[in-house]
């Protein structure tokens, strides 16, 4: 059974993968190995303690770790390879983020004053694309250390956005972040297939544990009391919004866990009860078909 690593582990979209992957855990096999990486050192080992107790078939353990920080990326990466995984690394899943938390630091709501415009908080990429950037090398790093006649050598799963695919003018560095995970996973999809690696990307929409109501899928105010977020927003942000079940980005994780060599570079766009690969942009002449074929060719740019 796979070894895992998980960023954002410990609530929303990271934790209900963790519980995926550790109900995946059978007793007839050995257990799956899941690794719990958040920045949350307070509540995440009991976190992890508890879901060890609910999957007894599943090892969890939890480290603490900063994504945006490639030192601490590096350093719990080696720890986990060299120990509890025992020199094995099947699958990583990117998916620690932020929102802007707020209004935009991008438009100035507020005037900076005589010393002029304020520096933009770029903190969102830092931990949505950077960070990712970080896990997704650092997994590459590792599968590829297994023998060479192992032909599936490991899953990265990065999480994006719907913001990756729709303009959201409200968050435009929010939007930047999953546009680029989007990008990065498309092109390095093409990188690692020859190494029997595969990256894909999870793009959902508004994300949660739906209430019992008799509204379909729509939150009133009464409903926000019980949803459980994905972390990524206060709860009041959601109330008449239109929620995607928390079951349904779960389907699409499955599908790349459970695919063959072929699933490989889709993003999955997450919404409502479906999941839907989106294709990549096609070429705008033959031109740009083949300028971009020959870097490829070369092997840089």
Request: charged share 20%; net charge negative.
């Amino acid at each position: 059974m796979p070894n895992v690593i998980i960023t954002g582990a410990t609530s929303g979209i990271g934790l209900a993968i963790t519980r995926y992957f550790a109900s995946e855990s059978s007793s007839s096999t050995q257990n799956n190995k899941i690794a719990m990486l958040d920045i949350n050192a307070t509540t995440g080992p009991g976190i992890a303690s508890s879901l060890a107790a609910e999957y007894p078939n599943a090892v969890i353990v939890f480290r603490k770790c900063d994504v945006s920080s490639w030192e601490e990326q590096a350093a719990v990466f080696r720890e986990l390879y060299e120990n509890e995984f025992e020199g094995k690394l099947d699958i990583v899943v990117a998916n620690a983020g932020v929102s802007e938390r707020g209004y935009t630091t991008l438009v100035e709501h507020e005037k900076g004053g005589a010393d002029g415009p304020r520096k933009p908080d770029l903190s969102v990429l830092d931990i949505n694309l950077s960070g990712v950037i970080f896990s997704v090398k650092l997994a590459i790093y590792y599968m590829d250390l297994k023998p060479a006649e192992e032909k599936e050598r490991g899953l990265v799963i990065c999480t994006a956005s719907n913001a990756g695919l729709y303009a959201l003018p409200t968050a435009p560095l929010y939007a930047a972040s999953k546009f680029g995970v989007v990008g990065l996973v498309r092109s390095t999809a093409l990188l690692v297939e020859d190494k029997g690696i595969r990256i894909n990307a999870l793009a959902p929409a508004v994300l949660g544990m739906l209430p019992l109501s008799p509204s379909p899928n729509i939150l009133t105010r009464a409903d926000i009391i019980g949803i459980t977020e994905t972390n990524i927003a206060p709860k009041e942000l959601y109330q008449g919004m239109i929620i995607t079940p928390m079951e349904t980005l779960i389907k699409a994780v499955d599908g790349f866990a459970k695919g063959g060599r072929e699933v490989n570079g889709q993003i999955a766009e997450v919404h409502g009860e479906n999941v839907t690969v989106r294709e990549a942009h096609g070429f705008v002449d033959g031109d740009t078909e083949r300028n971009l074929g020959r870097f490829r060719g070369l092997g840089w740019a």
